[in-house]
């Protein structure tokens, strides 16, 4: 069974940085997709970044000038590094693995979730 656990949220000023991880238990890292998620309240979870088994990253088109994605898979660890945070950026941040899908982006394509991290931005 893979467990992920994401760390690293919390409460930072608008213009600042956080980085994410998200560590993956089980044998199955290094041959399946990551993907970070992110859902607010009241709203529906939305694709934020993901990286493929061969390390190549693929992002929400309106994240990928603040937002970087990567892996490593002898630590099974992905981390994403949020720069010029916005306080829109809030949200509960959701890592996820298992997936058929070479690039997968949407949460339908995932099978296995984190339980999330807060990330709260001040204005």
């Known amino acids: 069974q893979v467990q992920l656990v994401e760390s690293g949220g919390g409460l930072v000023q608008a213009g600042g940085s956080l980085s994410l991880s998200c560590v993956v238990s089980g044998r199955t890292f290094s041959s399946t997709p990551i993907g970070w998620f992110r859902q607010a309240p009241g709203k529906t979870r939305e694709f934020v970044a993901g990286?493929?088994?061969?390390?190549?990253?693929y992002y929400a088109d309106s994240l990928k000038s603040r937002f970087a994605i990567s892996r490593d898979n002898a630590l099974n660890t992905v981390y994403l590094q949020m720069n010029s945070l916005k306080p829109e950026d809030t949200a509960v941040y959701y890592c996820?693995?298992?997936?058929?899908?070479?690039?997968?982006?949407?949460?339908?394509?995932?099978?296995?979730w984190g339980q999330g991290t807060q990330v709260t931005v001040s204005s």
């Open positions: 996820a693995a298992e997936s058929a899908l070479w690039a997968a982006r949407t949460p339908s394509d995932f099978r296995s």
């Open positions: 990286i493929s088994r061969s390390e190549s990253a």
